[in-house]
């Protein structure tokens, strides 16, 4: 926008604003199941029922059935947690090593913090060593969650995690800024390309390209002919998958299902019948 009543004296140029709007889309956190906090019996009982109406076959002819019976395990898992796993919605600037008790005490350091400026006046008044005592209690609880926290870190390493914990020790601090996917770009056509930037787009993309949809069939193909194998072939066992599951670590990112690792480690005994024959 040209302003003319803004000119210059002895000046070739007029002054040129620019307004520009520019909205801000809110990032809105989704709550998620808080699996550090379950009741595992309970969750264990309610999968007891769940599976006890599925079919466990010791062998799957066909695809289809493959396919089926995947898909019936995978609903009574996924209805075990939705049924007895809480949700919370995290706080965009809490710690991994913050609790349900360090919330408490800090909302009564905060009430016996408004008390002594109440009772500002008052130099003799026993609030203040009260809100001293409560502060230097909550500063140890603060200290000792983080070293507990730590503590229960490095009791999980294997050979993996371990490199994890040497880069975290050596490395320089950081602003503990989150990751973050790039803007994606989705081929439509020979010559034309979608722009991803949403973050459930993006989701959605990524599944689809990493875990494609697969014709499913219910007949047994019979007539096909394989090649000759090239080595040696068992099936994988029980002991197998129970040995697998015990090497997982508790706490890391499920997969597209949702079905993370702490509830296999919890209900393994639960699981593995159903497990074994779709390997």
């Known amino acids: 926008m040209t302003i003319l009543d803004d000119h210059p004296a002895k000046m070739d140029h ?21 699996f550090k906090g379950t009741d595992w019996e309970a969750v264990r009982e ?53 609790s349900r008790e360090l919330s408490d005490r ?37 200290e000792n969650a983080k070293t507990t926290h730590w503590d229960g870190f490095l009791s999980t390493l294997d050979e993996k995690s371990v490199w994890t914990v040497h880069k975290y020790a050596s490395r320089n601090p950081t602003d503990g800024g989150r990751s973050h996917i790039l803007t994606l770009k ?15 787009e993006k989701s959605k993309l990524l599944h689809t390209t990493f875990f494609p949809n697969h014709a499913q069939s219910d007949q047994p193909q019979l007539d096909s ?10 099936p994988v066992t029980d002991e197998q998958i129970h040995q697998a599951i015990t090497r997982l670590s508790p706490h890391k990112a499920p997969g597209p299902d949702g079905i993370p690792n702490v509830f296999l480690i919890h209900c393994t005994d639960l699981i593995v019948p159903h497990l074994g024959p779709l390997f």
């Open 225 to 234: 002919k394989y090649p000759p194998p090239k080595f040696g072939y068992s």
């Open 186 to 200: 989705l081929a439509t056509g020979k010559a034309s390309s979608q722009i991803v930037k949403m973050n459930e």
């Open 106 to 142: 800090c909302r009564e350091v905060r009430r016996l913090a408004r008390r002594s400026h109440d009772q500002r006046t008052e130099s003799e008044d026993p609030v203040y060593q009260a809100h001293k005592t409560m502060r230097r209690g909550y500063t140890f609880m603060i």
């Open 14 to 34: 007029f002054p040129i604003v620019t307004t520009l709007y520019m909205s801000m889309v809110s990032q809105v956190e989704t709550p998620s199941y808080n």
């Open 46 to 98: 309610e999968l007891v029922t769940r599976l006890a109406r599925l079919e466990c076959k010791d062998v799957i002819p066909t695809e289809g059935k493959f396919f089926t019976s995947l898909n019936a395990l995978t609903c009574a898992i996924e209805d075990s947690i939705h049924k007895k796993v809480s949700l919370v919605t995290p706080a965009p600037y809490q710690k991994c090593w913050w």
